[in-house]
């Protein structure tokens, strides 16, 4: 009688800034973990971003937000693979290290609306983050949402390695929250309370 084959384990991967880690995070990796039957999700901050500015909080603050964010969620944990690289973060470089596992995991990367529709001309190595893991896409508020056909066009023969999740669209900005809090306003139910602690207890944006 023939044995099984053992199930492969299926690692979410959420990359970005974190700066700071807002709910609006922590319920796309939610949804996205129930959604795709996620083993886990690893929440990947950028070192070194390519796309967009430096984040104003050190990488250590950054990671330190996170693990206290998902204190309470075994299926959610923190890599520091891109901080510690010490060079520009690329998720093909990333992905691939990632594959690398002991386990050798399922990768599906979860990104926003607004992410993928600048794939196909800022992101670097897009066949080999195809070959790697397929995308799940979720919904951006103020973002349209992304469709087949869109797919079809801009990525030809590779649109299958697509999911679009139809996630709560929700309007928490990490821009927002380093704004309200240099102005001295609450981020109360915008961020986990430890969160919001930590930004006041260490004066990061201005606190």
């Given amino acids: 009688m023939g044995c099984r084959g053992v199930r492969r384990e299926r690692f979410g991967i959420l990359g970005g800034l974190f700066d ?16 795709l039957d996620l083993t886990r999700v690893l929440f990947v901050p950028a070192g ?3 796309h967009r500015d430096a984040a ?17 969620n075994p299926m959610f944990m923190v890599s520091r693979q891109e901080v510690d690289r010490g060079e520009p973060s690329y998720m093909a470089d990333t992905l691939e290290a990632l594959a690398l596992n002991a ?5 599906m ?17 897009m066949d080999r983050i195809l070959d790697l893991a397929q995308v799940a896409v979720v919904s951006r508020e103020g973002y349209p949402d992304i469709e087949s056909a869109w797919l079809d066009e801009h990525f030809p023969g590779r649109s299958d390695r697509f999911l679009l999740l139809r996630s709560s669209r929700l309007g928490h900005s990490s821009t927002d929250i380093r704004a309200r809090v240099a102005a001295g306003r609450s981020i109360r139910y915008l961020a986990p309370p430890a969160v919001a602690a930590y930004i006041e207890e260490n004066h990061l944006y201005g606190a």
């Fill in 48 to 50: 070194q971003p390519v």
């Fill in 20 to 35: 700071p880690i807002h709910y609006g995070h922590l319920t796309i990796a939610e949804q996205a973990r129930e959604e």
């Fill in 56 to 72: 104003q909080a050190s990488a250590e603050d950054r990671i330190t937000m996170i693990e206290l964010a998902i204190v309470d």
């Fill in 103 to 107: 386990s050798k995991p399922n990768l």
């Fill in 109 to 125: 990367l979860i990104v926003s609306a607004e992410t993928v529709a600048l794939m196909p001309t800022t992101w670097r190595g």
